[in-house]
């Protein structure tokens, strides 16, 4: 086939692009060529729209041992340990494909962080889906659940948290975030740089089929009408295979023989190669007959662009590959021997004894094309004029009712019980917390983590949103007594090519940019994903952030449920009642306008500090963030995981009591302290200049305000656990 | 005491098994499924897991691994033989115990806490052990025990029902069967009660921090009996 404009074209590539591979290559390219650059140019490998802003982000930090470039992020946790963390997206074939998306999401995450020599032992994800009215949400959601469960619990790594939110929004395009966390020696740690002549090139895993062809350039576009003809650029996964790969590769790992290795991801052969030739400033020369293949007359071209998963590329020292090949054999996985290292800086190719591809690399990866998109920067919309007689009459407890049934405040046990999220016996807080925690096994120290997002406050505006998720990220490893360390983020957006659009992603990297700098919670790793968007319409901007933290002495673990009749409880920050972008403002009022709660950086970090402090003393019996359905959602949380109840005091504010209780300002959390130390926390408190509130005392089983707003929490109960099983068993 | 735990292609909980019964006081080896020999052992414990996937039907392909032969003749010679999960799947393959695990009743894996009722205390594993009730882990996509009403009888009128899915007072009732199982049944032995097959983990509930310790008194108990 000769290649013209037109076949580019379909390749995803524009003309303007298509004429600068000519120009590199001083030719017009061949099939496999063209493929290769297609793979390589796409949006979702080469981040062209998003690399000039992702590179003012701050990745460094005194425990960053790696930050973004590498297959994970590595943070220090001391005593020679390390994690290993990061969060992807599988959004486009998750909805195509809602099982084998987000399965195979599960696992090339995990991928990733093994690749760097980590044993995960932890999973998390943030998945979001469409109206809860819309037709096809209900299987999706079955779907990814189904997928998420089915690779992470065969292979054996904990699901320990995640967040799940519903929004009409994400109708054509939902999205699935998986992150991982991995344990590794800081001395053992593995990179993707080549290095050394002639050295053996080794492919190893799952044999290559014809799955996934394409599929990080179908990932790279919107959807139209046509997208179930989008199925076989879907891959298939297989978490035993991966298992094996697992122990396998750690098996190796534990040797010296290893220069550098790679995943097969997005764009599978081809950018694995070519990233560790790129790193090592080498060539690599591959003979594409020696690549396990599962089908009969695979071209190179298939070869090269095949997203078959469970696949790992491995370049060796000289005369290891005897003693690899064992440990391959032993858990009965493909090892071949397939090229080498060179010193022509190019990536050649040969298919029966013909070249059939010969681009230097440089032309792939630093001459790839970066594009500074025009954007348009978002205004901060005016604060509505809230009729303080017409939210008077409502009733706080009514109200309180359908937010804790809401589906994105509701209990979401019906999908964490489908995880196993107690296999490695070291997970000692459970998903339906503020963060799930991991003890770092035979230690006494525990990491714990969090995945967050906020659509709707980024929408509003994006770059207070953008601060505000990472906010809240810092709020929920406190939150259980965690000091944090640093984030990653999934950055999901619409098109970059939609002025809007591609603003929305410019400031929420701003806001991600300013609160991580402020809080020093540094980004290491990350990915992002556009093109979410069908036809015209986007999603609403979707930055999740996987935040993680260290708790050195895990028996001073924080959960949220409270924990004792009389114990006083506190809020922690200053509650102005904002309401606009609320839940109760979008919910109740069926107000979808306004600016979301400001961002005060100050106040975030000195509040979670000093709340830190506070835990440090063990003067914290529980503790949870504020924030969805404000004070008396989270209270009612607290009072619903404990089996307990709360006197609240009246508030003493100019502001209403339903501004009081429903606001969402930020920076703020909730307490239990008992008594006898309420004036050492009290104390504290003052002299860090933290703000507080008496928000009540703890009873046996009531919320009571007063006579005529009270409830009983075994009610309040229903109400959060029932709505999601009932949904999906209709 | 001397243990072994079967390591599988897919396995998961062997780990930690390893962890629990070292906890205990047991000198535990790992034993790669194309051994052929056992060490000399006072207990053999097949883990919870996905061996080879859980292709074909859970526990199958495992139950034709090579050390299986072994495994076979030293239960058969009276040797204590304990299936967790996954384990428990492997031996209801190899006859060892009667029976079969179907899917869930509702299509999906369960990952959460339950009690069992301890329905026979006259043999290796549960002699003299102080609850009635204890609580466990689950965690499984096929743990839906079923068998013809002719095993049934026979199981019944041996006494080979372990334990059963329960409340925490140990009401045998339908609403705390996780998974359909019939009679309720979490695990069961064999006719002479040295092998047990049970869907619930132990080496899950072996701390405070974690689930609960319920499966600290089950282990406790098992090496002094083996004692």
Redesign the interface.
């Known amino acids: 086939m000769i290649v013209n404009e037109k076949i580019a074209i379909d390749h995803g590539l524009k003309k303007d692009e298509y004429k600068k591979i000519c120009a590199l290559l001083k030719r017009t390219p061949n099939i496999t060529e063209l493929g290769i650059f297609s793979a390589m140019w796409n949006e979702h490998c080469s981040y062209k729209s998003s690399r000039l802003h992702l590179k003012k982000l701050p990745t460094k930090g005194k425990q960053v041992i790696q930050g973004p470039g590498e297959n994970a992020g590595v943070v220090d946790i001391g005593d020679n340990d390390a994690i290993v963390f990061k969060i992807e997206s599988h959004n486009h074939p998750s909805f195509i494909e809602p099982y084998q998306g987000a399965a195979t999401g599960v696992g090339g995450i995990m991928r990733d962080v093994f690749t760097m020599g980590a044993r995960p032992i932890a999973n998390l994800n943030s998945i979001h889906f469409g109206s809860t009215q819309h037709k096809k949400t209900k299987n999706l959601l079955r779907g990814v659940v189904?997928g998420i469960?089915?690779y992470g619990?065969?292979?054996?790594v904990p699901t320990i948290a995640g967040q799940t939110s519903f929004d009409s929004s994400y109708n054509g395009n939902i999205l699935v975030n998986a992150m991982t966390l991995g344990l590794v020696k800081k001395d053992k740690i593995f990179y993707s740089k080549a290095a050394g002549l002639n050295k053996p090139v080794i492919y190893v895993g799952s044999k290559t089929g014809r799955d996934g062809i394409h599929g990080a350039s179908m990932a790279s576009a919107s959807f139209d009408d046509k997208i179930e003809e989008k199925k076989p650029t879907v891959q298939v996964g297989?978490?035993?295979?991966e298992?094996?790969l697992l122990e396998a590769c750690l098996e190796l790992m534990a040797g010296d023989s290893i220069i550098a290795i790679q995943d097969m991801g997005a764009a599978g052969l081809t950018s694995s190669s070519i990233e560790m030739a790129s790193k090592g400033n080498l060539g690599i020369e591959i003979n594409l007959n020696n690549v396990p293949c599962r089908e009969t007359k695979m071209t190179p071209y298939e070869i090269m662009l095949s997203e078959s998963q469970e696949r790992m590329l491995i370049v060796l020292e000289n005369g290891k590959e005897e003693q690899a090949k064992k440990i391959f054999d032993k858990?009965?996985l493909d090892f071949a021997v397939i090229g080498k290292t060179t010193k022509s800086k190019k990536i050649e190719l040969y298919f029966d004894s013909e070249k059939v591809a010969d681009i230097p690399v440089n032309t792939l990866v630093e001459n790839s094309p970066m594009y500074d998109r025009k954007w348009k920067k978002a205004k901060l919309p005016k604060k509505n004029k809230i009729n303080k007689d017409e939210i008077n009459i409502l009733k706080i407890i009514e109200i309180l009712k359908k937010i804790l049934a809401n589906p994105n405040v509701c209990s979401k046990e019906w999908i964490?019980?489908?995880?196993?999220?107690?296999?490695?016996?070291?997970?000692?807080q459970?998903p339906g917390g503020d963060s799930g925690v991991v003890?770092v096994h035979g230690t006494n120290k525990a990491v714990a983590a969090s995945v967050d997002s906020s659509a709707v406050y980024c929408w509003a505006h994006p770059l207070t949103g953008g601060k505000q998720v990472v906010c809240e990220s810092f709020r929920n490893l406190i939150s259980v007594g965690a000091k944090p360390i640093a984030i990653t983020n999934c950055l999901n957006f619409g098109s970059p090519e939609n002025e809007e659009n591609m603003g929305e992603f410019v400031e929420c990297v701003q806001g991600i940019g300013e609160a991580s700098s402020y809080l020093k919670f540094p980004v290491v790793s990350g990915n992002v994903s556009f093109y979410n968007q069908t036809k015209d319409q986007g999603i609403k901007p979707t930055p999740s952030i996987g935040g993680v933290g260290l708790i050195k002495d895990?028996?001073k673990m924080i959960t949220m449920d409270f924990k004792e009749v009389d114990n006083v409880v506190l809020v922690i920050g200053k509650t102005e009642g904002h309401i606009d972008q609320s839940l109760f403002a979008r919910v109740i009022l069926d107000e979808k306008n306004g600016p979301p709660p400001e961002i005060n950086l100050f106040n975030e970090k000195n509040n979670g500090e000093t709340l830190l402090k506070l835990i440090d003393n063990n003067l914290i019996k529980s503790a949870h963030d504020i924030s969805l359905g404000g004070i008396i959602t989270a209270v009612s949380k607290m009072c619903l995981k404990g089996n307990k109840g709360i006197n609240l005091k009246k508030p003493k504010y100019l502001i209403s009591e339903i501004e009081y209780f429903f606001g969402e300002d930020q920076g703020r959390y909730i307490v239990e302290i008992s008594k006898k130390d309420q004036k050492k926390v009290l104390d504290t408190l003052d002299k860090n200049a933290v703000h507080y509130d008496e928000l009540g005392t703890i009873n046996e089983n009531m919320l009571f305000l007063d006579e005529k707003t009270k409830v009983t929490i075994d009610e309040l109960k229903g109400f959060n656990t029932r709505w999601l099983k009932e949904y999906m068993s209709n | 005491m001397k243990s072994a735990v079967i390591t599988f292609p897919g396995s998961n909980c062997d780990r930690d098994m390893d962890v629990a019964l070292k906890k205990f006081g047991f000198k535990n080896k790992m034993v790669w499924h194309q051994d052929i020999e056992l060490p000399k052992s006072d207990l053999v414990v097949l883990p919870g897991g996905f061996s080879y996937g859980d292709y074909l039907r859970c526990g199958s392909m495992a139950s034709k691994s090579k050390i299986m032969q072994s495994v076979i003749n030293f239960a058969n010679s009276g040797g204590m033989v304990m299936g967790i999960c996954n384990g428990f799947q492997i031996l209801v393959e190899t006859g060892l115990v009667p029976g079969v695990l179907l899917r869930n009743k509702y299509l999906e894996f369960i990952c959460k806490n339950v009690f069992v009722k301890i329905n026979n205390k006259n043999n290796g594993y549960f002699k003299n052990i102080s609850n009635e009730v204890l609580e466990l882990h689950i965690a499984h996509n096929e743990g839906n025990y079923f068998c013809t009403n002719d095993q049934l009888k026979e199981i019944e009128d041996n006494t080979q029902v372990a334990i059963n899915y329960c409340d925490p007072e140990g009401k045998i009732e339908e609403p705390f069967n996780p998974n359909g199982s019939i009679k309720n049944i979490a695990g069961i032995f064999n006719k002479e009660k040295n092998v047990l097959g049970m869907m619930p983990h132990p080496e899950r509930m072996i701390d405070h921090s974690l689930s609960g310790e319920d499966g600290s008194h089950f282990f406790k108990n098992l090496i002094n009996n083996l004692k």
Do not use: A, E, S
């Open positions: 189904h469960g089915g619990n065969c292979m054996g297989d978490p035993f295979t298992k094996l858990w009965n964490w019980q489908q995880y196993d999220h107690t296999v490695m016996g070291d997970t000692i459970k003890r895990y028996n």
